[in-house]
C-alpha cells in the first residue's frame, strides 16, 4: 500500500467541486498549463506543514512556508470566494445553528442525521480503510468554513473574510460514520488551551459495515532475509531478469489483524444490541429496541468534549466517555429493569442515584459486547489517524528548479539544494550497499549482461552515463559541502561545471537516496540455521516523493530513462512518486513496461487535468480524467488528451510527411511520365524495325542502304533502352530515397508477424515489403499506388533470383550438360508430356526458341539457357517460366508422375520444399497469382499494357496484389 493513498480537494485554488484522487506507487499527472497539476502538489506541501503534528490550530497557517501560497484569498477557489463574498447568508443558518436545530429535531425523529456539507467549505479528504483487515473504504474529511465580518460603522465594501475549522468526520458514500463539530479553542492563561467540540458516531451504521464485510485473513508477512536484501540490491534489469517483474511495497512482518473478532464471533443473530431481532419475543424486542433508540438517539447528538489536539476525537472515551457515564451503563440499566420492579415507583433522581451506589463493574452480555466494540474502534479510528498523520511525515518534495550553478554549499544559505547536499554529504554509500548500487548505477554506465539473438553473452548500458560516480567533500565545522562528479577517466568535476540539464537530474538521484537512507528498516534474520548465525539485512518504510518535470533540462533519451529510475526506486526503496509532467516520452515508457508485463496497470496511475475554463464552458466534461492505461500499455489518447499532446509530435511529423509525400509523388510522376515517352519511342522503333524488316525482305534493290538504316534504328533502340532501364532504376531509387526518410518500423513489426524474416533476406526484401506496405497505408487514396507494386514486387524479384542462384549451384554438372543438348532436351520434355497423358501443346503456345515478345507461351528457351549459361543475367520475367513450366507439366490425376520423370526439375522442386515449409499450398497460390509479373512490370514500365485498365494503379488492386505476395511469403 503506498505511503499517501490519495487525497481529495474541495475549493481549493483549482479545484471547486470536490474531486478525488487515488494514488498508485507511481502516479503521473499532466495537462495543459495553468491547469491546476501543481494545486495537488501544493495542498500535499500545505497539508504536511499544517498538520505534521496533529490539527492544533483553529486556522491554517501560511506563513514561512515552501509552498508560497501566500494567504486565504490565494487558496481559496477564485469563483467560489466571489459568490460568497455576493451571497446573503443569514446568520442563523451557520454550522452551529444547523447543529442545534438538529438536536432539538432530534428528539423527534432519531434516525434523522445532520447534514454539514456546504459547498462553499474548503475540504481536505484523505483516503482511509476501517475494519483493519476487513479494509472498508471510507474517507477522512476536513472542513473549514468561510466567514464573513464587516467592522463596526463599515460598510460592505470593508467585508472581511476569515475561516476557521468547522469540523472533522470519517465519511462513506457521502454518509458520515463519526463526525466531530467544532465548537471553538479555548485559552487558558497559565496551561495550554484545548477545543470544544461536539462529537457523534453513527454505530448503527458501522457495526453493519463491519458485519457485511468480511475479515481477509493476511498471511505472515515476508521476513527479510538473504533472498529480499538481493532483491534490493541488485540492478532493476537484473531484478527483472531474475523476478520476471518488480514489486512494490511487500507486506514484511505483517500480521492477522481484526480487532472486531470478539465482537462478530459473540454478537447473536436476533439476541443482541442492533441487531435485526429475528428470533426473539415481541416482549425481549421491545426491550432491546428502547434500549437501540436511546443509544443511538444520544450518539447522533453527540457529546461535548475537549481535547487538545483535534483529531483526539476520534478515540472512544472522547466520544461517550463510557468509564463514567457511557452508553454502556444505560444498557445495564435497562436490562436489569424488570429485574428490580421496585424501582420503578422511584423517581428519575433516586435512580440515577441508585445506580451511582451499584457496584460500577457490572456488566451484562450486551453492555459487555458494546464496551469491547467500543475499544476496538476507538483503536481503529486512532490508529487510522496516527497512520494518516505519520505518512504526511514522510512526505518529501522537489521542485522544477533542483539545483543552482554554485561551488559550495554553504549550510547558512538553506535553500533546496543546500538540504540536499548537506543530507547527501551524511551518508557513508559503502555502508549502504543497496543504496551504493542506485546511485551509482544510474549515475554510471549501467552496465548489464544481456544475450543476444544468437544467445551470445553482451554487454549492454543501461545508465544515464554521467559519470562514474559522486564524490563529496564536507568541513561540517564551517558547514561547508562540496560535491563532484567524478568522470569515467578518474577526474573530477564540480557540479557547478556541469551542464544546466545534469545538475537538475542529480538532485533526483540524491534526494532519493537521502529518503532511502532515511527510512531504512534495519532486520536480523538467520542465514545459515545455527541459533548463533544473525546477519542484518534492510527493507524500507514507505515514503512519498513529489516530483515537478523531472523532464526539465532533458535530452528525451533520459526523460525516457528517468521513467527507469522511477520504478527501480519504487520498487526498491518503497519510495511512492508523484510526478508533474509533460513529457510524453516519461508515460511511453510508463506504457512500455506495462505492456511488457513487468508493471502491473495497478501500480500506475495518470491523472489529465483540463484547464477549468473549458469545463466551466463545455468544451470538456471533467476537469479531472483518470487515464486508464490498459494492460498492454495502451492508452486512448483521443479520450483523455484532446488536441496539443500527444498529438502534438504527430501533427508536426505528419505535416513533415505529407511535405516529402508530395513531393516525391510530383518527382515520381515526373519519372513516370518520361518512362511513358520512352515506352512510345521504344514502340516506334519496334515499328520503323518491323517495316524495314518487311521492306527487305520484299525489296529487289538498295537492300544495303535499308540495312544500314535497319543497324542505325537498331543502335539508336538501344541507346533509348539504356536509357528506359536508367528510368527505371531511378524510379526505384527515388523511392527508396523517400521511404529512408520514414519510420516505417510499424509496418516493419506486421510483416515479421505474417512472414518469418528468418526466411528471407532482411537487408532487402524485408524493407521492400515493410516500405511497401507504409506506401500502402500512407498515399492518399486517390493516388498512384504503382510504387507498392513495385516494393512488392521487387521483394518477389529478389528471392526468386536468390532461390535460382542457389539452386543453380546445387545442380551436378552432369545433367546441366544433359539438358543443354537441344536434340536430348526437346525429346526429354516431349516424353514428360507423353508419360503424363497429354498431346504436345500447339507450338505457338510452347515454343522451345525465344520467340517474340508478343507470342503467348511457355518459353523453355530459358530453363535450357539457365542449365547452359551460369553467366545469363536472369530477368524477372525469365525467371517465372520456372514456375510456369510447374505449372504446365503438374499431374492432378496421378501424383505419382508429377514431376518425377524430369530431373532438373525435380531437384528444383525438391529445392523448393526445403524452402517452403508448405509447398504445395505455395505452388497453388504461384499458379493463382501469375498476374504477379504483368502487375509488376505494369508498374514498373508503363501503364500501356493491357494488364492495366488505366493510366494508374488504385488502392484496392494495390491490397490484391499485396495479399498475394503475403500469402505466398507467408508459406515460407
Same mark, same amino acid.
Request: with cysteine; aromatic share 12%; charged share 30%.
Given at each position: 500500500m503506498p505511503n499517501l493513498e490519495g487525497l481529495g480537494l474541495q475549493n481549493f485554488r483549482t479545484f471547486r467541486k470536490k474531486e478525488n484522487l487515488e494514488f498508485a506507487p507511481i502516479t503521473l499527472i499532466t495537462g495543459t498549463n495553468n491547469a491546476g497539476k501543481s494545486s495537488v502538489f501544493k495542498a500535499i506541501q500545505f497539508l504536511v #506543514?499544517?498538520? %505534521?503534528?496533529?490539527?492544533?490550530?483553529?486556522?491554517?497557517?501560511?506563513?514561512?512556508?515552501?509552498?508560497?501560497? $501566500?494567504? =486565504?484569498?490565494? /487558496?481559496?477557489?477564485?469563483?467560489?470566494?466571489?459568490?460568497?463574498?455576493?451571497? &446573503?447568508?443569514?446568520?442563523?443558518q451557520s454550522m452551529y445553528s444547523k447543529l442545534s436545530d438538529f438536536h432539538k429535531k432530534n428528539n423527534d425523529y432519531p434516525s434523522e442525521l445532520p447534514i454539514f456539507k456546504e459547498d462553499e467549505d474548503l475540504v481536505f479528504a484523505f483516503p482511509i480503510k476501517l475494519g483493519n483487515s476487513r479494509e472498508i473504504s471510507a474517507n477522512l474529511e476536513i472542513r473549514y468554513e468561510l466567514k464573513r465580518f464587516i467592522p463596526k460603522n463599515g460598510t460592505k465594501e470593508d467585508l472581511i473574510i476569515s475561516h476557521d475549522i468547522k469540523d472533522i468526520a470519517i465519511v462513506k458514500n457521502e454518509e458520515y460514520l463519526h463526525w466531530s463539530n467544532i465548537i471553538g479553542f479555548r485559552e487558558y492563561h497559565d496551561e495550554p488551551g484545548d477545543w470544544e467540540m461536539s462529537t457523534s458516531i453513527d454505530l448503527k451504521k458501522i457495526i453493519q459495515l463491519i458485519i457485511d464485510t468480511?475479515?481477509?485473513?493476511?498471511?505472515?508477512?515476508?521476513?527479510?532475509?538473504?533472498?529480499?536484501?538481493?532483491?534490493?540490491?541488485?540492478?532493476?534489469?537484473?531484478?527483472?531478469?531474475?523476478?520476471?517483474?518488480?514489486?512494490? #511495497?511487500?507486506?514484511?512482518?505483517?500480521?492477522?489483524?481484526? $480487532?472486531?473478532? #470478539?465482537?462478530?464471533?459473540? =454478537?447473536?443473530?436476533?439476541?443482541?444490541?442492533?441487531?435485526?431481532?429475528?428470533?426473539?419475543?415481541?416482549?425481549? %424486542?421491545?426491550?432491546?429496541?428502547?434500549?437501540?433508540?436511546? /443509544?443511538?438517539?444520544?450518539?447522533?447528538?453527540?457529546?461535548?468534549?475537549?481535547?487538545?489536539? /483535534?483529531? &483526539?476525537?476520534?478515540?472512544?472515551?472522547?466520544?461517550?466517555?463510557?468509564? $463514567? #457515564? $457511557?452508553?454502556?451503563?444505560?444498557?445495564?440499566?435497562?436490562?436489569?429493569?424488570?429485574?428490580?420492579?421496585?424501582?420503578?415507583?422511584?423517581?428519575?433522581?433516586?435512580?440515577? =442515584?441508585?445506580?451511582?451506589?451499584?457496584?460500577?463493574?457490572?456488566?451484562?452480555?450486551?453492555?459487555?459486547?458494546?464496551?469491547?466494540? =467500543?475499544?476496538? /474502534?476507538?483503536?481503529?479510528?486512532?490508529?487510522?489517524i496516527q497512520k494518516k498523520i505519520d505518512s504526511l511525515n514522510k512526505v518529501y518534495f522537489l521542485p522544477t528548479t533542483r539545483g543552482r550553478n554554485r561551488e559550495w554549499f554553504i549550510d547558512e544559505q538553506n535553500s533546496e539544494d543546500i538540504q540536499i547536499a548537506r543530507d547527501f554529504s551524511a551518508i557513508y554509500l559503502k555502508n549502504h550497499p543497496q543504496i551504493e548500487n542506485f546511485v551509482n548505477f544510474w549515475i554510471g554506465n549501467g552496465e548489464i549482461n544481456d544475450l543476444d539473438e544468437s544467445e551470445n553473452e553482451k554487454q549492454e548500458q543501461k545508465g544515464l552515463k554521467i559519470g562514474k560516480k559522486l564524490s563529496v567533500f564536507r568541513d561540517e565545522a564551517i558547514g561547508l559541502t562540496k560535491i563532484f562528479l567524478v568522470n569515467f577517466d578518474g577526474t573530477r568535476t564540480p557540479l557547478v561545471d556541469l551542464g544546466y540539464g545534469i545538475s537538475q537530474l542529480l538532485p533526483i538521484i540524491m534526494k532519493i537516496a537521502i529518503i532511502a537512507y532515511k527510512h531504512q528498516l534495519p532486520h536480523e534474520y538467520d542465514f545459515d540455521n545455527r541459533d548463533d548465525s544473525h546477519r542484518?539485512?534492510?527493507?524500507?518504510?514507505?515514503?512519498?516523493?513529489?516530483?515537478?518535470?523531472?523532464?526539465?533540462?532533458?535530452?528525451?533519451?533520459?526523460?525516457? %530513462?528517468?521513467?527507469? @529510475?522511477?520504478?527501480?526506486?519504487?520498487?526498491?526503496?518503497?519510495?511512492?512518486?508523484?510526478?508533474?509532467?509533460?513529457? &510524453?516520452?516519461?508515460?511511453?515508457?510508463?506504457? &512500455?513496461?506495462?505492456?511488457?508485463?513487468?508493471?502491473?496497470?495497478?501500480? @500506475?496511475?495518470?491523472?489529465?487535468f483540463n484547464h477549468p475554463n473549458d469545463v466551466r464552458q463545455g468544451v470538456k466534461d471533467e476537469y479531472i480524467s483518470h487515464v486508464q492505461i490498459d494492460k498492454d500499455g495502451s492508452i486512448d489518447y483521443n479520450k483523455y488528451f484532446g488536441k496539443g499532446f500527444f498529438d502534438e509530435q504527430t501533427n508536426l511529423k505528419l505535416s513533415l510527411l505529407n511535405i516529402q509525400r508530395n513531393l516525391f509523388v510530383e518527382e515520381y510522376e515526373t519519372i513516370k511520365e518520361e518512362l511513358k515517352k520512352s515506352n512510345d519511342t521504344l514502340k516506334d522503333y519496334d515499328s520503323k524495325i518491323e517495316e524495314l524488316n518487311q521492306e527487305l525482305s520484299t525489296t529487289t534493290s538498295g537492300k544495303s542502304e535499308l540495312e544500314e538504316q535497319l543497324n542505325l534504328i537498331k543502335r539508336e533502340k538501344e541507346e533509348k533502352e539504356l536509357e528506359f532501364q536508367e528510368l527505371l532504376e531511378r524510379q526505384a531509387e527515388k523511392i527508396d530515397e523517400y521511404t529512408a526518410k520514414t519510420d516505417y518500423s510499424r509496418y516493419l513489426t506486421e510483416i515479421e508477424r505474417i512472414i518469418d524474416k528468418t526466411k528471407i533476406n532482411n537487408s532487402k526484401t524485408l524493407k521492400y515489403l515493410s516500405t511497401g506496405k507504409y506506401l500502402l497505408e500512407t498515399l492518399d487514396d486517390a493516388a498512384d499506388f504503382a510504387p507498392v507494386i513495385i516494393q512488392y514486387g521487387r521483394a518477389v524479384e529478389f528471392e526468386m533470383i536468390k532461390w535460382m542462384n542457389n539452386f543453380k549451384n546445387s545442380v551436378i554438372p552432369s545433367n546441366k550438360t544433359l539438358w543443354s543438348l537441344d536434340a536430348n532436351y526437346k525429346n526429354k520434355l516431349n516424353t514428360i508430356f507423353i508419360s503424363l497423358g497429354y498431346s504436345m501443346p500447339n507450338p505457338q503456345i510452347i515454343g522451345f526458341e525465344m520467340g517474340t515478345i508478343n507470342e503467348k507461351k511457355i518459353c523453355f528457351y530459358h530453363l535450357r539457357t539457365f542449365t547452359n549459361n551460369s553467366s545469363t543475367d536472369y530477368k524477372f520475367g525469365e525467371l517465372t517460366q520456372i514456375f510456369e513450366l510447374l505449372y504446365y507439366i503438374r499431374s492432378e490425376n496421378d501424383p505419382v508422375h508429377n514431376y518425377c520423370s524430369v530431373p532438373l526439375v525435380l531437384e528444383f522442386s525438391n529445392y523448393l520444399k526445403n524452402i517452403f515449409t508448405n509447398y504445395n499450398q505455395a505452388e497453388r497460390l504461384f499458379i493463382k497469382y501469375r498476374n504477379i509479373l504483368n502487375l509488376r512490370n505494369c508498374a514498373g514500365h508503363t501503364y500501356s499494357d493491357n494488364v492495366c485498365s488505366s493510366d494508374i494503379i488504385d488502392k484496392n488492386t494495390a491490397e490484391r496484389y499485396v495479399a498475394k505476395v503475403e500469402a505466398i511469403f507467408s508459406c515460407l
Open positions: #506543514d499544517n498538520f %505534521k503534528d496533529g490539527i492544533v490550530t483553529e486556522t491554517l497557517d501560511f506563513k514561512a512556508m515552501k509552498h508560497e501560497l $501566500g494567504n =486565504l484569498e490565494r /487558496i481559496y477557489n477564485r469563483v467560489t470566494m466571489e459568490d460568497f463574498k455576493k451571497s &446573503e447568508i443569514p446568520d442563523s468480511p475479515f481477509v485473513e493476511i498471511k505472515e508477512g515476508i521476513e527479510p532475509n538473504k533472498k529480499t536484501e538481493n532483491y534490493f540490491t541488485i540492478d532493476l534489469f537484473s531484478r527483472i531478469k531474475e523476478y520476471k517483474g518488480v514489486f512494490f #511495497d511487500f507486506p514484511f512482518l505483517k500480521k492477522k489483524k481484526d $480487532g472486531y473478532e #470478539d465482537f462478530t464471533e459473540k =454478537l447473536e443473530k436476533g439476541k443482541s444490541l442492533f441487531s435485526d431481532y429475528s428470533e426473539i419475543t415481541e416482549d425481549e %424486542k421491545s426491550k432491546l429496541s428502547a434500549i437501540e433508540e436511546k /443509544i443511538t438517539t444520544d450518539l447522533l447528538l453527540g457529546r461535548n468534549n475537549s481535547q487538545y489536539k /483535534i483529531l &483526539e476525537c476520534f478515540k472512544t472515551n472522547n466520544i461517550i466517555g463510557f468509564m $463514567g #457515564d $457511557g452508553m454502556e451503563r444505560d444498557i445495564v440499566s435497562a436490562e436489569l429493569k424488570e429485574k428490580e420492579p421496585d424501582e420503578k415507583q422511584e423517581t428519575s433522581e433516586k435512580q440515577n =442515584l441508585r445506580s451511582l451506589f451499584k457496584n460500577p463493574f457490572q456488566t451484562t452480555p450486551n453492555s459487555q459486547l458494546f464496551t469491547n466494540l =467500543l475499544g476496538a /474502534i476507538e483503536k481503529d479510528f486512532s490508529d487510522i542484518q539485512t534492510i527493507y524500507f518504510s514507505p515514503s512519498t516523493l513529489l516530483i515537478e518535470e523531472p523532464e526539465a533540462n532533458l535530452h528525451p533519451s533520459l526523460q525516457s %530513462k528517468m521513467a527507469e @529510475v522511477f520504478i527501480d526506486a519504487a520498487s526498491r526503496f518503497n519510495i511512492q512518486f508523484l510526478i508533474e509532467t509533460h513529457s &510524453e516520452y516519461l508515460i511511453y515508457k510508463f506504457q &512500455e513496461y506495462i505492456g511488457r508485463k513487468i508493471v502491473s496497470p495497478n501500480d @500506475v496511475k495518470m491523472y489529465y
